[in-house]
């Protein structure tokens, strides 16, 4: 005999009825997860939403991640990345190092992702648009999963282009893919406090709609556990839900926990599980237009990763070279390691109940031990507008 579902949060019987009648939710409902006490329910409303989208598909990658310089001047108050040009730590790669990082250990993947900082000797289209060339010639089979909105912005206004040419340029050197930083809180409230030099919220949202339809793909993120009031965590929501209604394109949504090690926020502290777990669950639930929702686990580690399966998400990011250096996170204070093997997502993703699906960085699928040989394979998920 089944056990009737108990719903202890009144609130979350109408939230269920909107969400099966297929209405998007709004600000009031946003806030009304954020608050439940109730998180077996939100888990199962989450989980529900996320089996309507990819029944029983958790995706994974198998990816190269480079960060290409760490050489910034915008000074977010997040960071402990950034570094100036005369501090000892600071990383500049030249394209040459790039490509040797990127074949360190074979061609046996489908995405190279990069993002640095605002570096004026390296964020030029004369640096990126030959490099992304020689990776397409080299690598045909890859995906290039580059740069954030923050950085083409930054770009645009080096070289005095719009956004629809730099985005044209970019799509023709063979940009596949944009990341989803540089979003932080679209509030500007927040911006005016902890980001003031980077591209605002309006700029961002244009920036990717530019790229969707010059057939880029994009993810999008919202960094949680600052200054932020849920409010403005599920406004940011709903400010990306309407673009991607106006310009499809978006992929996944990542919620990018804070971390405090060595950053002028440090007094914010660590996110608390229960924090990550509902990010996700929420997440899912309000941006019923974006098809995945990834829990990268060197940001919430494999162990909150794994359990936000069980709360919307449908995809764990993927492996890093075995020598890579991750810094963003690294130099923020994660524990989580530089490398995780396929095998291991496949067990986590297996252990969970979901079916593990490799994937590139617009979602096409391969099986597991698909190799470059083997030719591109399978479109089941088309990427763009899918
Ligand atoms: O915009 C920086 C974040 C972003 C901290 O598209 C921090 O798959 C937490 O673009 N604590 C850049 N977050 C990283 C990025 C990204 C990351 C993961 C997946 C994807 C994707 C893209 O990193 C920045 C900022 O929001 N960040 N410092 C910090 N201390």
Redesign the pocket.
Known sequence: MSMPVRITDRALHAIEAKLEAGISLDLDDGLALFRTGDIHTLGRLAKAAKERKSGKSVYYVLNRYINSTNVCYANCT????ARGEKEADKVRMSADEVVAKALETGTNFNQI?I?GGHDPRQLTLDYWLPLMRRFKELLPHVQLSLF?A?EIDYMARRHRLSYDEICGRLREAGLDNV????A?VFSERFRAEVCPNKVDAAHWLEIHETLHRHGVAS?A?M?YGTIETLAERVEHLIMLRESQRRSPGYN?F?P????PDG?ALSHHGWTSGLDDIRMFAVARLMLDNFDHI?A?WM?QGLKVCQLALEFGADDM?GTHGSTDEER??HS?GTSSGQYVDDREFRRLIDEAGYVAVRRNSTYETFPPDWKPEDGILGREFAGVGA
């Open positions: 997040f960071c402990s990345f992702h993002v954030t923050a990341n989803g930083g540089g932080e993810n993120t960094l996944a990542i990018l926990a804070f971390h950053n990834k990268y940001i990011d963003i996170y923020a």
